[in-house]
């Protein structure tokens, strides 16, 4: 088992920046894909970033790319999602999921542990 634990949400104005933790415990992180999901007020969850074990390979949804940036330090057995250029559209609760790396990179909600979420506000 793999206990996932999201922090670092909270409420910014437009333009501003996030960074986002997810801490694992209970198993090596660096034996599994990390991907971080959302999901918007009355919307589906949807596929953010992922991440190689080793940071070797990333994914960014088309939303996202050129301002997130999904990294990990497995020493710490921790994954992060900094979050640039915020807007509005991005009002989330965020969650982080692993998957166990020979399933490949994360881009599906087809994960193996999932956090409980952070909730992400954006002001315009």
């Known amino acids: 088992q793999v206990q996932l634990v999201e922090s670092g949400g909270g409420l910014v104005q437009a333009g501003e920046s996030l960074r986002l933790s997810c801490s694992a415990s209970?198993?090596?992180?660096?034996?599994?894909?990390m991907g971080w999901f959302r999901q918007a007020p009355g919307k589906e969850r949807e596929f953010v970033a992922g991440?190689?074990?080793?940071?070797?390979?990333?994914r960014y949804a088309d939303p996202v790319k050129g301002r997130f940036t999904i990294s990990r330090d497995n020493a710490k057995n921790t994954a992060y999602l900094q979050m640039n250029s915020l807007k509005p559209e991005d009002t989330a609760v965020y969650f982080c999921a692993a998957r166990w790396w020979a399933r490949g990179l994360p881009s599906t909600e087809d994960m193996d542990y999932w956090g409980k979420g952070t909730l992400v506000t954006v002001s315009s």
């Open positions: 991440i190689s074990r080793y940071g070797t390979s990333t």
């Open positions: 209970g198993r090596t992180l660096s034996n599994y894909g």
